[in-house]
Every structure is written in structure tokens, then in C-alpha cells.
């Protein structure tokens, strides 16, 4: 039996007892244990279903072979060396396939994401650009048909926004958006320019898994709680209702606000979740620098303070950094269309994990 097959058939013996617990009604009351384990059955199901595959693919071979050996008609050999031929390709593809779901995966890919962009250097043409960035986010997310809700934000005085955090909703986002995760800059002629020149400017990126109720457990004495008027557009409750919520832990010192609901409790909910998310992601980012300080090349690392992409508008180029990715054409990119840049960083991140892994 090759190694694939029984690193596999290994994996098996776990799927069938998650299969067995997942269906148990004490396990079902239990809701923290009842979420893990479904994760991991979806998780594992993928690599069994390649695993089975797999080892059809290798006994339709052996048959194949048998035939070339035994027979004696020449059209029945010449069949079985096309079939061969065929099954050699597959069984290749299948164990890059193998190799890839067997990498360790990081169990935050399937959660949610708090999405925030920060203009940086260059003034209203930063703030701009971060806006620039905050469309190509929505645009991407609603082709994915994931949810993107803005949370709160701060406008800039030129257009843009100095600040704007969002919530994605959607399956795997945090497997993909993390990539986004950085310093992003563009080269272009800014609005506010009259000379025509080219400035660069830059606008930070940070996509954090949303943390889960169960992922942390906040003492509600540790919070303070403020609520005040909302501002921007609302209609007649906006600067009349105090709707706006303001959390601050007394512990960490992180504050975060939710205003863009006219409920106080829908703000509180929302607010809520995002604390959750800052306070779990303080542990996190220590896991993150961890992996990063063991490897060469930094695809995701969390560091949120490398360049990671230019947007170059007179040459209409985009470059990703961490791969030396150099595309042209920005006009898409910019309307939301980045599923290349970010399948690219996936195979070289899977490429790095193999090398790690030795498989």
C-alpha cells in the first residue's frame, strides 16, 4: 500500500468515529463539542472522498497492467495502454490533491471576517484610496455571495474613508481574505492634484477571523459601556436617538463602535462580536507571529505592516509583492475581480506547507 493510502486509511478510522459521535444525542446537547466536531467531519470528508478515488484509480491500474501482460489481442492491449495512460495522469493529479488536503489547515479559514481598512500616507488621496479598496472588497464579496456590512467609519474630508470596518458572512472567507491582509499602495495622479503628477499613496488592510461565542468568554464587568448620538446618514433618528454604541475593555484597552443600526440592541450585537473578535485576535496574532518567524517566504503571515500589493494606474499594473505577481489589468482587479492574485498566494502558501510537512 503506497504511503498516501495509508496516511489515508489512517484519517478513515477517525472519520467513521466523528461520523458515530456527531449522530450521538449527548454529544448533540453538548453545542461547543456538537460545532467542532461537524467541522471536522466536513474537514475530513473531502480527503476520504479523494482517498477513495484514489485507491480505485490505483486497482484500475494494476488492471490495466494485468491486461497488457495476459493478453494476446492486439486492439484489447492497445485499449488497456490508453486506459493506462490515462489512469497514470489521473492518479498523479490525485496525489497532488492528497497532498494538499492532508497539509495541516488553519482551523480560523472557515470563519467569518472583521474587514478593516485604514487610509495611511497621503493624505485625502490615502483616504480615497481606501474607499477605492472598500468598493473592490464589497464587489468581491457580493460575486462570492457572501454578506458585507459596513460597521462603522470615518469619512474623509476629500471623499474615502480615514477608517471603515465591515463584517463578511460567508463560508470560508477568512481562508481567502486573509491573503488581503497588509500594506496596499497606489500609484496614480490624484484627484486633489493640479501639477498632473504621480503620487503614491497607501491604505492598510486587516482581515480578523471573527471570533464565535464559544472561542471567548468576556466578563461583562470587564466592559464599559457608552452609548451617544449617531452620526451620518439616517434620517430623522440620526444626532436624536442614543443609538450609538461604544465598548471599551477595561483589561486590554481595545474600544470599538457600532452605529450604522437604529437600534441600540442591534448595535450592542454587532459591537459585541467585534470585541470578541479584537480580544481573540491579540491571541492570535501571537500564533501568526509564531509561523511567521519559522518560515522563509510570508504569504499569510498577519503582518499587517508589510507592502503586500501596488496599483499602478498610468501602466495599469498590478503587483502582488509576496510572489512577484505582476498583472495588467487593474481596471478589473479594482472592481472586485482578485480571485487570481488570491488563488496564486493559495498554491504558493500549499507549496510552502508541503515542504514543511515532507509529504
Known sequence: MSNLLEKVEGIKIRFEEVSQLITDPEVI??????????????????IIETGNEYKLVIENI??????????????MKEMAKMELEELEDKKEELEERIKILLVPKDPEDDKNVVLEIRA?????????????????????????GWKFQ?????????????????TVTGNGAYGILKYESGVHRVQRVPQTETQGRVHTSAATVAALPEAEEFDIELNPNDIRKDTYCSSGPGGQSVNTTYSAIRLTHEPTGIV???????????????AMKELRTRIYNLEYQKHMDEIASQRKTLVSSGDRSAKIRTYNY????????????TLYNLQAVINGEIDEIIEKLQTAENAEKLKESNL
Open 150 to 166: 459596513m460597521t462603522s467609519n470615518t469619512e474623509g474630508t476629500a471623499g474615502g474613508f480615514k477608517e471603515v470596518i465591515a
Open 29 to 46: 446537547a453538548d453545542v461547543k463539542r456538537y460545532i467542532k466536531l461537524n467541522k471536522e467531519y466536513k474537514n475530513l470528508e473531502p
Open 256 to 270: 470599538v463602535t457600532c452605529q450604522d443600526e437604529k437600534s441600540q440592541l442591534k448595535n450592542l450585537d454587532k
Open 62 to 75: 494494476e488492471s490495466s497492467k494485468e491486461i497488457l501482460s495476459n493478453e494476446s489481442d492486439e486492439e
Open 314 to 325: 498610468p501602466q495599469g499594473r498590478v503587483t502582488d509583492h509576496r510572489i512577484n505577481l
Open 120 to 144: 495611511g500616507t497621503g493624505g485625502d488621496e490615502a483616504s480615497i484610496f481606501a474607499g477605492d479598496l472598500f468598493r473592490m472588497y464589497t464587489k468581491f464579496c457580493e460575486a462570492k
